[in-house]
């Protein structure tokens, strides 16, 4: 890519009708005690390279540390590279990096999501991709830059971290650093929350994942009166079609967003998203790991699990040789999955109250158990759910585990 025929960028917003080029003057910090090897430098990402070295930070700084496994390099740049996320047809956003002396220390994005609703949705700007050495000074000046920008862009209040949207990867983890990669699951050290409080944030809301374990649920809500009472109601359920699953996750996209509409934070999934998320799991889909479920073939609601890629990855490293690729499509096709990461579930609002609530939830986790049993599968994550949300009871009551707590921050830019 010739930068120099590219138009200056400015502080316009990364999008696809942007190429990420320009001029790659940094933003720069004084340096400390007059000496330029401390300079700390944030930069804003402009070129093709520039993304690159934005998508692999993370596991440069964190490499070593427990608990922290690299995802893929490609599975990053789907979600990060204007060219491919869905989140740039609704939504515009902005990278940099903060190195000192060439050395890379961190990395925050600044974003709006067009497609956010509520009464303060105009006044919300969201950051995200937050990675960095422990270190205040360097998770400061990363702010500085992210807030600068939201300012700019009319906004009163930092909300963070999602990449790039609540929809997307949410929250900042806080505990859970110990437990196996999961696939859409983020994962921070431990000294971040801190760092991040410092800056002048504040938690939220909390956010919840629960575990699956074939061994841990109770068995007991297998009883005759559940078949009994699926048949009285008209509860039947059915699987995805994967020869029709365009017209099928839309279906789960409009049960999803009139489910979930009155939840703090909602964002709408757009049609674009649901599109963007199948091409991207498609060639891993399994048709008994995602079901609807109907009451007098109504749909009432919907659940989707997509296999956990780092079960396929094992051994490969975040950016595979061309061996490396070959045995992951063998992997894939192999289809020996462990385990499962729940990424959509849902019931509609109208079968949100009343009586048949119990019954539909009832259902939906015999028919997890069931088909968790069927695949062979050993884990399965469910989340995120919100703090104040009644579902967390209810999961752990059945046997669930909570495995990760995220926080979500909020700090107040203009008052």
């Avoid at 989140?87 to 190195?99: E, R, S, V």
């Avoid at 509409?261 to 909602?266: A, E, L, P, R, V």
């Amino acid at each position: 890519m010739d930068d120099a025929a590219q138009p200056h960028a400015g502080s316009a917003p990364l999008g696809p009708a942007e190429a990420i080029a320009g001029d790659t003057d940094a933003s720069v910090s004084s340096a400390l005690g007059g000496d330029p090897a401390r300079t700390l430098r944030i930069e804003r990402v402009r070129t093709r390279a520039q993304l690159r070295d934005f998508i692999v930070l993370p596991r440069l700084i964190y490499d070593g540390l427990a608990g922290y496994v690299a995802p893929l390099d490609y599975e990053r740049r789907q979600m990060l590279d204007p060219r491919h996320n869905s989140f740039f047809t609704h939504g515009h956003a902005a990278y940099w990096i903060a190195t000192r002396n060439g050395r890379p220390l961190g990395r925050i994005s600044a974003q709006i999501d067009h497609a956010a609703v509520g009464a303060d949705a105009s006044d919300i700007g969201l950051f995200g991709c937050l990675d960095a050495i422990d270190d205040g000074e360097v998770v400061k000046a990363l702010f500085a830059e992210a807030e600068s920008w939201l300012c700019q862009q009319g906004r009163r209040v930092a909300r963070g971290p999602f990449l790039l949207s609540i929809n997307g990867e949410s929250g900042l983890l806080i505990e859970g650093q110990q437990e196996p990669p999961m696939t859409l699951l983020p994962w921070h050290p431990t000294y971040l929350d801190a760092r991040v409080r410092e800056a002048g944030y504040v938690l939220a809301r909390s956010l919840f994942c629960f575990e699956y374990k074939k061994a841990d649920v109770a068995t007991e809500h297998r009883l005759d009166w559940l078949s009994t009472m699926q048949w009285r109601a008209g509860i039947t359920t059915r699987d995805i079609r994967l020869d029709d699953l365009d017209a099928d996750m839309e279906k789960a996209r409009q049960i999803f967003n009139d489910g979930w509409k009155s939840n703090w934070g909602f964002t709408p999934t757009t049609q674009s998203d649901v599109r963007s998320l199948t091409r991207q799991f498609r060639p891993m889909l399994l048709s008994q790991a995602g079901f609807f479920i109907e009451v007098h073939g109504e749909p009432a609601a919907f659940m989707l699990a997509v296999p956990n890629l780092f079960d396929l990855t094992t051994g490969l490293g975040p950016a595979p040789s061309l061996l490396g690729w070959i045995k992951l499509l063998i992997r894939m096709k192999r289809a020996k999955y462990h385990s499962f990461r729940i990424i959509l579930l849902g019931m509609t609002s109208k079968y949100r109250t009343g009586g048949l609530r119990t019954a539909i939830a009832a259902v939906m986790i015999e028919e997890m158990a069931r088909r968790a049993a069927a695949l062979g599968v050993d884990q399965a994550i469910a989340g995120w759910v919100l703090d104040n949300n009644p579902l967390s009871q209810s999961l752990m009551r059945i046997g669930l585990r909570k495995s990760h707590s995220y926080g979500v921050f909020e700090k107040t830019l203009i008052d």
